[in-house]
Every structure is written in structure tokens, then in C-alpha cells.
Nanobody
Framework: QVQLVESGGGLVQAGGSLRLSCAASGRTFNGYAMGWFRQAPGKEREFVASVTWTLGRTFYADSVKGRFTISRDNTKNTVYLQMNSLKPDDTAVYYC???????????????????WGQGTQVTVSS
């Protein structure tokens, strides 16, 4: 049973930084990708960033490129999302997810991910 536990959310002022963590357990993740998604009130869940477990290839949504960095620590089975220069528009519940890499492209669609964490709230005040 795959389990994903997010942490690190909170309240921060615009321009500030937060680092989210996602501890994964329940299987080996070679051949999988770990993704971060977010969902703001009244909006659909959207892709933020993803990283492949084996090679560490990364992919970002345009809205966070240059501000957010996704990384993974294979020894700790943990994925991180470093968020800098935060904006009020970044306010959302952030979810980590695990999905099998089936093609050459790094998964970025919700349906490509099979396991999800419970989410952690990030609030950016103006």
C-alpha cells in the first residue's frame, strides 16, 4: 500500500519561501514519477511540477517555472518542493502524487497519477 504524507505548508507573506516535503512508502519507486499538484478554492486541481524517481528529470508548469524547484532524495524516499518568491495566487492545497512513467514524457496530467497524499495548505498573504 503506497502512502504519501505531505508536510511543510503554512502561512507566508508574498515574496517569501516555503519547502514542502512528501514522504513516500509502500513500494520501490524506480520507474515512477513524483508530482506536485495544487488546488485553490473554487478551481480545478492543476499540475505544478514533477520529477522522475530514477533519473531525476524534472518538469514545471509555466506559472511556477523559475520560482519553484522539485527534487527527490532517494535514500529518504522523499520529494521536496522548494517554493520561492511566493505570490498570493500560489495559495492552494498542495498534493503530492505518484505515477508510473509510461512514455518518454514526464507525467503531468492528473489521470497519470495513481496515488495521492492528503494535501497540505499553503497560504500566501499580500
Amino acid at each position: 500500500q503506497v502512502q504519501l504524507v505531505e508536510s511543510g505548508g503554512g502561512l507566508v507573506q508574498a515574496g517569501g519561501s516555503l519547502r514542502l516535503s512528501c514522504a513516500a512508502s509502500g513500494r520501490t519507486f524506480n520507474g515512477y514519477a513524483m508530482g506536485w499538484f495544487r488546488q485553490a478554492p473554487g478551481k480545478e486541481r492543476e499540475f505544478v511540477a514533477s520529477v522522475t524517481w530514477t533519473l531525476g528529470r524534472t518538469f514545471y508548469a509555466d506559472s511556477v517555472k523559475g520560482r519553484f524547484t522539485i527534487s527527490r532524495d532517494n535514500t529518504k524516499n522523499t520529494v521536496y518542493l522548494q517554493m520561492n518568491s511566493l505570490k498570493p495566487d500560489d495559495t492552494a492545497v498542495y498534493y503530492c502524487a505518484v505515477g508510473l512513467v509510461k512514455t518518454a514524457a514526464i507525467p503531468q496530467r492528473i489521470e497519470e497519477y495513481d496515488y495521492w497524499g492528503q494535501g497540505t495548505q499553503v497560504t500566501v498573504s499580500s
